[in-house]
């Protein structure tokens, strides 16, 4: 094997990791200046900052003006978990998982929840299960984009427009960088820390009208804790809405989540955003097509990721490895490009299959991910080289 020579150019930035994600392109603590800083969040300044958040972000994600958006504590998660506990139980509920928090939504509702009529539609990571078995007579719970398998739903047409149950989606690494089909969806969740960058702790809730109406219509069997209830006396609480946060939000993050917002209207909007993210995944499709011993983890290219980007290693070498082998391999790929400054961040998630996960959402420039390639076919080299060593 001809040694490869370490690449002279490096990523002016370096954060690839996929949440929290890449700040925006010329972030600095100066955007947040006019952060509602010590000021309650009730009051007329910090109302009207949060206001301002839920509206743009309807503006920029084109949320349905019919549709309700709130701004909840703990990130996606406490956004998922606050639909799941108070939506569901009305009917059955089909659980449509493909990755890890998938997954962690099954475990909920089966174990938490206790619910009895749940089907549980699972695939691998890199696959999607069987779309066309879902009954859409029933709930159904779902991910958009699996963070942590890089895999996407292409498209909503799989959903029918007369169905009789409730679709949440758990959006967090697809909102803003992929076409979300709001009417197809009833719930949707995430977090601002994902593609937009923003800091973490806070999430959004979406509502449709028909989520309205199941909210205000039935009482699960459970009690709520105070942080997931969004109705009182049967009626919905509309400050949630509208800016009136159910507990403390810190109006620093929501700042950031404004410029943020902000910049993506400077840039056009939604169709910018996308295009980025389009672009981003690009090179590393390219790259991918371009080298034999990596592989997008994603089965089939219509349902691959152009956020959270995950790769696996294929070269036969390291394929022989035993599972503890291949992932020593990618642990010490991902640790050489650390120890370069060139990408952090960048391995596989705990529970995914080993390899390499790369941040490909609007943040980041794809001048940046350009200059990250050749790092990636140096690092590779440089560990199979290690490898040979090894075994000599």
Not at 10 to 29: E, Y
Not at 104 to 126: C, F, N, P
Not at 153 to 174: E, H, M, Q, W, Y
């Amino acid at each position: 094997m001809t040694k490869l020579a370490k690449p002279d150019i490096r990523p002016n930035n370096t954060h690839f990791s996929s949440g929290p994600c890449s700040k925006r392109p010329g972030w600095s603590l100066d955007a947040l200046s006019d952060a509602a800083l010590g000021r309650s969040h009730r009051a007329k300044v910090g109302k009207a900052k949060l206001k301002q958040a839920i509206d743009l972000t309807r503006e920029i994600l084109e949320v349905p003006a019919d549709y309700r958006i709130g701004i909840v504590p703990a990130s996606d998660t406490g956004a998922v978990e606050m639909a799941l506990w108070s939506l569901l139980g009305e009917r059955g509920v089909d659980m449509v998982a493909w990755e890890s928090f998938g997954a962690g939504w099954v475990t909920d509702v089966v174990k938490q929840l206790k619910l009895k009529d749940v089907r549980k539609l699972e695939a691998g990571y890199g696959e999607l299960p069987d779309l066309s078995a879902i009954d859409f007579d029933r709930d159904v719970v779902f991910t958009w984009n699996g963070t942590t398998s890089g895999v996407r739903v292409p498209n909503g047409d799989f959903i029918p427009a007369d169905r009789k149950g409730l679709t949440i989606c758990d959006a967090t690494s697809a909102a803003f960088a992929q076409n979300l089909d709001f009417a197809k969806l009833d719930v949707v969740t995430f977090s601002w820390q994902k593609v937009l960058g923003g800091e973490g702790a806070h999430g959004v809730i979406i509502l449709s009208p028909r989520a309205v109406e199941r909210l205000t219509t039935y009482q699960p069997a459970w009690p709520l804790p105070k942080i997931f209830r969004m109705t009182s006396g049967g009626k919905l609480i509309e400050g949630i809405f509208t800016g009136e946060t159910i507990n403390t939000p810190s109006m620093l993050c929501v700042e950031d989540y404004i410029d943020a917002l902000l910049w993506a209207k400077d840039l056009g909007g939604l169709k910018a955003l996308i295009g980025r993210a389009d672009a981003n995944a690009k090179v590393i499709h390219d790259f991918v097509a371009a080298n034999d011993w990596i592989a997008n983890l994603a089965v089939k290219a219509e349902t691959e990721s152009n956020t959270s980007v995950c790769l696996r290693i294929v070269d036969k070498d390291v394929v022989a490895l035993d599972a503890d082998g291949q992932a020593n391999f990618a642990k010490g790929l991902v640790a050489l490009l650390e120890k370069e400054a060139v990408a952090f961040d960048v391995g596989h998630y705990r529970d995914a299959p080993s390899g390499l996960r790369i941040w490909a959402g609007a943040t980041i420039e794809a001048s940046d991910m350009q200059k990250l390639m050749p790092w990636l076919a140096w690092a590779f080299e440089t560990q199979k080289a290690t490898l040979s060593q090894a075994a000599a």
